[in-house]
């Protein structure tokens, strides 16, 4: 996923740890907001089934209300229970009353209601959750019953709840009536009617939401201000020794050392590229000392070899021995120019890529062969002119030498000069057209060197297009040929 990410900032190193940290902390916060959502949730369902079922016990308590046959309770509460009675009854005897009887009054002042019957409302919706979890906790208090139902419903639609409204003032709050209440209704046992409990349900937690959002922004701002700080002393000398690198592949004529930065891994790392840069130049140092020697060695005695060559009295065996020695000759140049590629002290200028298209057409054009130029807008760009020009050289005389004539054409595809040179020759195997821009491959026999070259034209060429930051494609035409693109960017 990350690869696919057209943002440069998302392509580097410290982009992507930063997203895969970010990603990872919004799903951790994420689920850590869903654990203590259902949390909240559990603790409120709980409240709720406690907050029922304490109703109900505590007005089996406090009514006086005689306990049911077959209500589980254990004896010495029964005793108890009875003790608390006569007390009550004692006190009501000094004052000269006696307790209200059945208690439905003192249910209704603890918010409770006794009925012989109970139907849900329409409208009321079933809950059974609750229903399964304050059955459980009766059962746990010993408290007698034949079955739990347990609605919800809209404050201002229960009865009960609007007659107590009419008596309390402070029920009358506004929008008290779009409350919404649990309705629990117990089923007493031996047909004694049914018990009706009714709690205002607890608003949903949405604090949760605002402090994992807090909590996931000061996260956010901690944990990535710290890790910016490490990323970027890790990636900025990475960085550095990457554009060094760059730099030395285009022009490894002297070497830069890095200064070290950074952790020790990358210390160690940039001392280990200035070590290898500093040996790569003085090789190649050592490389070119090399090559003019052997270029002076070699070119004096062929020199001194087409001198005597003049004294030869078979003209047939002169020009024969002559032109051996200028196939060594320019066969040595292309090994020379092949090794100084990449060494050339000078910088690219900005040349108009077109117009020396153009001269280099007009030579071949000059000697009779069939070139032309089509396509040609005018392409401005920086280059080596000098190598441009001798990889052009190379291709077009190969397209003349193999396929009698050459086409070319220039464009400007996405910041690159693209000139292309086609012919109508015999082309090349498709399995030999990577082989063939290696030093000294030949193709078939009409590419061999009774036909000219020392299998270095296209080698060259695919170097000086690498030297500039290009390259060079070759590909077999559909209607036969050979058709060889040399891509140079213009900056």
Known sequence: MLSRLQFPLFKSLLGQVMLVVAFGLLVGQAVSAILLYQAAEQRREASLVNAIA???VSADESTGRPAYEGLRRFDHLEERRAQRRAHRDAIFAERGSKPSAGGNR???RLGLQRADTFLPQPGDSRSSSLEEKVSEVLTEQLYGFEQVQVVRRRAGDDPFITSMAKNRPRMRQPGWQDRTIMVAAVELPDNQGWAIARVAEPPRPTAIARSVVLQTLVIFVVLFGLLYIVLRRITRPVAQLTNRVDAFALSPDKAVPVKPAGPQDIRRLIAAHNAMEARIASMLDEKDVMLGAIGHDLKTPLAALRVRIESVGDDRQRSRMAESIEDINHTLDDILSLARIGRNAQAPERTNITALAQSVVDEFDDLGEPVELTDAPRIVGAIHVTWVKRALRNLISNAV???GGAQVSLSDDDGAAVIVIQDNGPGIPDDRLAAMLEPFARGEASR????GGAGLGLTLAHAIAEQ???????????????RAELRLPLS
């Open 54 to 56: 304490f109703r109900l």
């Open 106 to 108: 003192r249910w209704r």
């Open 401 to 403: 030498r193999y396929g």
């Open 448 to 451: 061999n060197r009774a036909t």
């Open 468 to 482: 500039h930051g290009g390259s060079l494609t070759l590909s077999n035409r559909s209607e036969g040929g050979l």
